[in-house]
């Protein structure tokens, strides 16, 4: 038979085990690259919503030192417990007008301790309404200033402080302060590197204001893209194309999203807002262009698996060189083996023409030696035949013929003797391995 194929036998194996470990290293690298993703995403995420936090806090820091200067002032006082407007608005437009331009202060109300609006500076006509917000009553339940975001009913997210207007202990007003948040998420934006949108729950508004709130803050919306969700700001020109309904109820369930829109692939996480009252009132969206982070891990991968091919292929090679060797030496050890066995079978022949011929030399020499005894026997018999009238010279042929045919036994009792031939060693005997030998 011929030989096995080594190199079959084995480098067919080992191409798929090393194929086989390639894969598994490809798909933990993957799943190692997008656990990264996701946990950068979310300390991003956090980070976002803890710098929201600290900008919230530190503005109304400065909310709270502008309400103290202003309630320290004795004709601003005079002025508010007379509700007298007009002096109210000489004496706090100028302010308000600074305030506005260099901290962006958009809210300053003058209300009365019946929680009736008595003037607002950012929007002179309007008063005489009853101001019952969340901060608003916080502050006049605790005596004390409050704080925090307010949903307005215009769809306005406004950071708001109110603080109680006392003299000799008593409160006899109270002066509210406020700004919209959208300057915050751009600033978030610069410092991060993120783009953010503020989401809120539609339960929260009403379509109508909501839509005239857009016309009041010259802004553009759309109602109808979120079932449950309608964004007040946004950092970008417009929202990703993608992120739709479907992505966002994704989004609330607690799961990460990656989109691609205009060339960019986006990572879009949310962080829950809160308002002033402790509820949630809607979500910061925060959205990273991570193109540039999967272009860098997608170089990576490419060169990894470059480098791991490569690194196969050599190990294949060597494999095959050494696999290719092994069988170079079994297959002339094959060969050799094969003309072994050609030449016993050609000694074998040689050996039995020597036999025969050796055979033939010994038929000859035995049919000498019994030519010679079988003449003298057809001789004497023929005497023998010939001399019925003597007996004694009959009995003398005859004992003469069986002096001949006793050399002719014996001649042929020594051959049997030299060549064994007639002793026969009968035993069971497998016929499977003397018919494969023969």
């Not at 915050?184 to 929260?204: G, N």
């Amino acid at each position: 038979r011929q030989p096995r194929r080594v190199k079959a036998a084995f480098i067919g194996p080992l191409a798929l085990a090393l194929t086989f470990v390639m894969c598994v290293f490809a798909i933990a690298i993957y799943l190692v690259e997008a656990s990264v993703r996701d946990r950068d995403l979310a300390e991003r995420s956090a980070a976002a919503g803890k710098l929201f936090e600290q900008k919230l806090g530190k503005d109304a820091n400065l909310m709270r030192a502008v309400l103290r200067a202003m309630t320290t002032n004795p004709a601003l006082e005079k002025a508010f417990r007379d509700g007298d407007r007009e002096s109210l608005a000489r004496q706090t437009g100028p302010l308000f007008d600074t305030l506005r331009a260099e901290h962006r202060i958009t809210h300053l109300y003058f209300t009365g301790i019946d929680l009736i609006n008595l003037y607002r500076v950012h929007s002179p006509d309007v008063f005489g309404d009853e101001i019952d917000r969340i901060t608003m009553k916080k502050a006049r339940d605790q005596a004390a200033a409050a704080s925090g975001l307010e949903l307005g009913p215009l769809g306005t997210l406004t950071l708001r402080m109110v603080t109680p207007w006392r003299r000799d202990g008593e409160v006899f007003g109270y002066l509210e302060i406020g700004e919209e948040v959208e300057h915050l998420i751009d600033e978030i934006r610069d410092s991060l590197t993120v783009d953010l949108a503020v989401l809120v729950d539609k339960k929260f508004l009403r379509p109508e204001q909501w839509r005239r709130g857009l016309g009041m803050m010259q802004r553009t919306g759309d109602w109808e893209r979120f079932a449950t969700h309608v964004a007040l700001a946004q950092t970008s020109e417009q929202l990703p194309a993608a992120f739709d309904r479907q992505m966002l109820g994704g989004l609330l369930a607690g799961r990460n999203a990656v989109i691609e829109d205009g060339g960019r692939s986006l990572h879009v996480a949310l962080v829950p807002l809160e308002d002033a009252g402790g509820r949630h009132i809607g979500e910061l969206v925060v959205i990273r262009d991570i193109a540039g982070l999967q272009a860098t891990f997608r170089r990576s991968i490419i060169t990894v698996m470059l480098v791991s091919l490569l690194v196969a292929a050599g190990v294949l090679a060597i494999f095959y060189f050494a696999l290719d060797r092994v069988e170079r030496d079994y297959q002339r050890q094959h060969d050799l083996e094969l003309q072994i066995l050609r030449l016993n079978t050609d000694h074998n022949r040689i050996l039995q023409l020597e036999k025969l011929s050796a055979l033939g030399t010994m038929v000859g020499g035995i049919a000498h030696q019994l030519n010679n005894p079988l003449v003298g026997v057809v001789n004497m018999a023929q005497l023998a035949e010939r001399e019925t009238d003597n007996p004694q010279q009959t009995r003398e042929l005859l004992g003469e013929i069986r002096r001949a045919g006793e050399d002719c036994r014996a001649f042929v009792h020594r051959m049997l003797e030299f060549s064994r031939v007639s002793c026969f060693d009968s035993k069971p005997t497998p016929m499977a391995p003397l018919i494969e030998d023969t």
